[in-house]
């Protein structure tokens, strides 16, 4: 490669990585907001489809299931950091309920703990497949908590410029992952 092409690669190279990590803050606060507590229900509905996915996989081998759970990581990762950055100290400091808040930061110890599990004993099917089925269980009961009882607890004290600042805020936080 001669030194044009070279800088020009590597400019383009610098300018991809730039865009990486700046591009979607910008975007994520150009994009329309929707109520933000039914942008996590449809996470959670998500992560539930790929679970039951992951649990009806058996004989699909271990590319397929390194593929699907990353997608799950992934995504999990980034809803993760939006409530524990945002929604659970939303709990705590203004709807005062410190001990739910505490119980979900510690169900998300143990999701992470069973991802890292999952990925460390991708090549064993069936005990794979025993621990995806515990994770499901944790995840849905997780999910109930903050749907029937979290999020409308918050949604209560908020008025719609409240709800605005909070979906450009979520946005931001999974932006830094997805
Ligand atoms: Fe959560
Ligand atoms: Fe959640």
């Avoid at 069973?114 to 794979?128: D, F, T, V």
């Amino acid at each position: 490669m001669d030194a044009n092409r070279w800088l020009a690669f590597a400019g383009g190279v610098s300018l991809g990585v730039i865009a990486d990590r700046v591009l979607p803050p910008l975007v994520s606060q150009a994009m329309p907001l929707g109520d933000p507590f039914e942008a996590l229900v449809a996470d959670h509905r998500h992560f539930l489809n790929l679970l039951d996915q992951m649990a009806q996989s058996r004989g699909r081998g271990v590319v397929w299931r390194t593929q699907i759970l990353l997608r799950l990581k992934r995504g999990l990762t980034a809803h993760a950091l939006a409530e524990e950055d945002v929604i659970y100290p939303m709990l705590d400091e203004q709807a005062h309920a410190e001990r739910a808040a505490g119980a979900l930061y510690s169900d998300h110890g143990l999701i992470k703990t069973h991802l890292y599990a999952l990925e460390r004993g991708l090549a064993e099917e069936s005990p794979w497949l025993a621990r995806v089925g515990t994770l499901r269980n944790l995840l849905e009961r997780h999910a109930r908590q903050e749907e029937d009882i979290e999020f409308p607890r918050l949604r209560a004290l908020m008025d719609q410029d409240g709800m605005t600042r909070l979906g450009r805020h979520i946005r931001r936080e999974k932006a830094m992952v997805l």
